[in-house]
């Protein structure tokens, strides 16, 4: 078997070359021709390629120079490719609703998933993401510990698909991968109450190891915490990390105006 040869450039980045794994991607995330999709750490665009075939517009957001000049020449003719040569964290997302498909860059995963399912809950519709396999488990552990996990799961529901060979990238990282399904959840919830929320989810979990009843006592007055548990069907004796979203987010919707301690909690 003969090896794959290493860019000559090696940019920090893994890029997907499994055109099996792009495909199924693509078909995860429900794609129709009518979707603008996100193509982030476009790389040399083996994904961009697949999906301006299946999409109104592709938007390849891509950092490096080197690559982003590489982008600009291979879809230059290609009308419903735009090539962005910017840091993600930078980049400003279409004001329309978006899907993204892509295998990003594994070092700024949480910056990722709090500016597409937080800053733009709005307008971020979902879609699959190749990611490193230990924090996309933790997305979808039975155990929580991160107030934005939280909030992503009362909005979104995710999916842990499979876990990628690295035989799947060029060059094969040396840690695991795995496909993350983001699909959005049908809600009439108010967005502009999202602030509020984080730091209500904060405050509840600054303590996660403890119980459900003392995180209540830490908003809630006591004669309150017994009520709002039959009223929701909460187990006052869990652990607070098991809190799951669905929970945290009747207690918010239903009781955030009669709360009569004020939520405190820094949002970081």
Request: include cysteine; hydrophobic fraction near 40%; glycine fraction near 4%.
């Amino acid at each position: 078997m003969t090896k794959k040869k290493l860019p000559v450039r090696f940019t920090g980045q893994h890029f997907t070359i499994d055109k099996v794994l792009i495909k199924d991607a693509i078909k995860q995330a429900n794609i129709t021709q009518q979707d603008t999709v996100l193509d982030i750490g476009a790389g040399k665009g083996f994904i961009t390629v697949h999906l301006l075939k299946n999409v109104n517009k592709v938007v390849a957001i891509e950092n490096d120079l080197v690559l982003y000049k590489h982008l600009c020449k291979r879809f230059n003719n290609a009308q419903n490719v735009q090539v962005v040569g910017c840091d993600f964290r930078k980049f400003t997302v279409p004001l329309l609703p978006f899907k993204v498909v892509s295998n990003i860059p594994y070092g700024i995963t949480s910056d990722i998933f709090r500016i597409l399912m937080f800053d733009n809950v709005e307008l971020f519709l979902g879609g699959s993401i190749v990611l490193q396999s230990e924090p996309a488990k933790k997305l979808v552990s039975s155990k929580v510990y991160n107030p934005y996990t939280v909030f992503y799961h009362t909005f979104y529901d995710l999916e842990f698909l499979y876990e990628i060979s690295p035989g799947s990238f060029l060059p094969p990282p040396t840690v695991k991968s795995a496909l993350l399904k983001i699909k959005r959840k049908q809600s009439s919830i108010d967005f502009e109450l999202k602030v509020k929320y984080l730091a209500f989810i904060s405050c509840l979990l600054q303590k996660p190891d403890l119980s459900v009843r003392t995180a209540l006592k830490s908003i809630f007055r006591k004669s309150q915490v017994r009520s709002i548990s039959e009223k929701f069907g909460i187990n006052l004796n869990a652990q607070n990390c098991m809190f799951v979203a669905k929970s945290m987010e009747k207690l918010f919707f239903g009781n955030a105006g009669s709360c009569p301690r004020k939520i405190s909690s820094v949002i970081t």
